[in-house]
């Protein structure tokens, strides 16, 4: 089973059972039921407004990754975004405001740590934007690195698609 490291103040258990607490972000509660049924929380704000809170955006140089990401989040209900590498997604980060990123760490040749400069500048243009980092090649210096450039959660590839949908869904 893949490990999932909470950022500071979020914390996320395995499974979503309607009702039950399943995991905290910045001390509201997170319940199965929210999760399962994804409702959405309105703030007053306008329908557009609220279409933007549930856009996301997923960076990864893996085709067959970003693919099955993105029909997992449609399914979801959520807008997708897709990016395969540093340079798309920089552009789309200028354009648009998204609700999460999701980004692998390694974007171009192995070893190559680029998603770490997403951070850098998701963490400047779009602070309240959280980041998840997805990587099949994290170390603890690695992720320490993520962490300090504003990355929220930092998950370990192979990863289950579950996982990473309960994670999403709870920042919305």
């Known amino acids: 089973m893949p490990k999932i490291r ?7 258990s395995r499974e979503p059972v309607p009702g039950q607490e399943i995991g905290s972000l910045a001390g509201q509660a997170i319940t199965g039921h929210e999760l ?5 929380r309105s703030w007053g704000s306008s329908y557009r407004e609220k279409r933007l809170l ?10 067959a990754v970003l693919a099955t990401l993105r029909d997992f989040f449609t399914e979801l209900k959520l807008e997708v975004d897709c990016a395969s590498g540093f340079d798309e997604a920089l552009s789309k980060l200028s354009r648009n405001k998204y609700a999460a990123v999701l980004a692998d760490i390694q974007l171009s040749r192995i070893g190559d740590t680029d998603g770490l400069d997403l951070a850098d500048f998701v963490a400047e243009r779009w602070p309240e934007t959280p980041l998840i ?9 690695v992720e320490r690195e993520a962490r300090s450039r504003g990355a929220k959660f930092f998950l370990h590839k192979p990863v289950r698609l579950e996982d990473i949908g309960q994670i999403v869904v709870g920042l919305l």
């Open 36 to 40: 399962c049924t994804l409702g959405f």
């Open 54 to 63: 549930r856009r996301i955006l997923i960076v990864d140089d893996e085709q």
């Open 6 to 12: 909470a950022g500071r103040g979020a914390s996320v």
């Open 133 to 141: 980092v997805l990587t099949a090649y994290g170390s603890h210096r």
